[in-house]
């Protein structure tokens, strides 16, 4: 799955436990894609939010 189709999944309202199940998506895969689309919200880019968990994690 891309990343623009589990935005317009997540903008149609479809929850990410919902797209999780219907996709067989892992649970690091529905997260990762959910961080993209948390930054798409937020207009931050990806690699920046990458960063900043980094940072946090170590």
């Known amino acids: ?11 149609n309202g479809k929850t990410l ?9 892992s649970e690091g895969t529905v ?5 993209g689309y948390q ?4 207009r931050l880019p ?3 939010a990458i960063e900043i968990v980094k940072e946090v994690s170590l």
């Not at 799955?1 to 903008?11: A, C, D, H, P, S």
């Not at 997260?31 to 961080?35: F, G, Q, R, V, W």
């Not at 930054?39 to 937020?42: F, G, V």
């Open 39 to 42: 930054c798409y919200l937020k």
């Open 1 to 11: 799955m891309t990343i623009e189709v589990y935005l317009k999944m997540r903008n």
């Open 17 to 25: 436990e919902e797209i999780q199940r219907d996709k067989a998506l």
């Open 31 to 35: 997260h990762t894609l959910e961080l």
């Open 46 to 48: 990806l690699d920046q």
